[in-house]
């Protein structure tokens, strides 16, 4: 089956520490994205990479690092410097065409 | 500060009607725009993408775009209880810009 995974489904982190969100596709995409949503608001863009070993900050970057060292993965780290990270994070990927598809999205949440 | 707009509802419908949802966009260079669709504490599916101005439809699903008024539209035929849904508005400026800008989303409820 072609698609995105994310994993974990739900993620708990304490004050402090710093934890990475996994996100892989066999689509043969060459780009990948990140995003963040919060309840009731639309998704902001926090890195995008459109080849191996290059991505660029999106809207929300700060207190967030990402890596892209294969085409399959992008995996996000949310460090001790994000001072607000309870929310939904969404990894998508997509084509030449910019027809975006999403995974099945990270909770995580601040205890 | 590129901007997507949506009447964040609720829209409430009753089944079996026709269920229109809009969006405005204040970059003319806009080139593709997309429809999604986010059932609660899931992530978005695309439904519709539209390039140029017209409609396009797809089964009970039609995008209708007008650039020149920089506004998109979703029209659901027969609504249906299952077509209850957040629907996300998303524009992409093409010329070598691949992000996306999300609107914040209206929320659609089907009355049976």
């Known amino acids: 089956d072609g698609g995105i995974t994310q994993s974990p489904k739900y993620l708990f982190r304490k004050e402090g520490q710093n934890v990475t969100l996994s996100c892989e596709q066999n689509?043969?995409?060459?780009?990948m994205y990140w995003y963040r949503q919060d309840p009731g608001q639309g998704l902001r863009l926090i890195y995008y990479?459109?080849?191996?070993?290059?991505?660029q900050k999106g809207d929300i970057a700060e207190g967030y690092s990402v890596s892209r060292e294969k085409k399959e993965s992008f995996p996000l780290t949310v460090t001790s410097a994000q001072k607000n990270p309870t929310a939904f994070y969404l990894c998508?990927?997509?084509?030449?065409?910019?027809?975006?598809?999403f995974g099945p999205g990270t909770r995580l949440t601040v205890l | 500060q590129k901007e997507v707009e949506q009447n964040s509802g609720p829209l409430s419908v009753p089944e079996g009607a026709i269920a229109s949802l809009n969006c405005t966009y204040s970059?003319?260079?806009?080139?593709?725009f997309f429809w999604y669709r986010q059932y609660s504490g899931k992530s978005p599916e695309l439904i519709m993408s539209?390039?140029?101005?017209g409609d396009k439809e797809d089964g009970r699903f039609t995008a209708q775009l007008n650039k020149a008024s920089q506004y998109v539209s979703l029209l659901i035929r027969d609504s249906q209880p299952s077509d209850s849904a957040t629907y996300l508005c998303?524009?992409?400026?093409?010329?070598?810009?691949?992000?996306?800008?999300f609107g914040t989303g209206t929320r659609l409820t089907i009355i049976p």
């Open positions: 998508a990927s997509s084509h030449w065409d910019n027809e975006q598809f």
């Open positions: 689509l043969n995409h060459d780009a």
């Open positions: 990479s459109q080849i191996v070993n290059d991505f």
């Open positions: 970059d003319r260079g806009s080139q593709s």
């Open positions: 539209i390039y140029s101005n």
């Open positions: 998303a524009v992409n400026s093409y010329f070598g810009n691949e992000k996306l800008t």
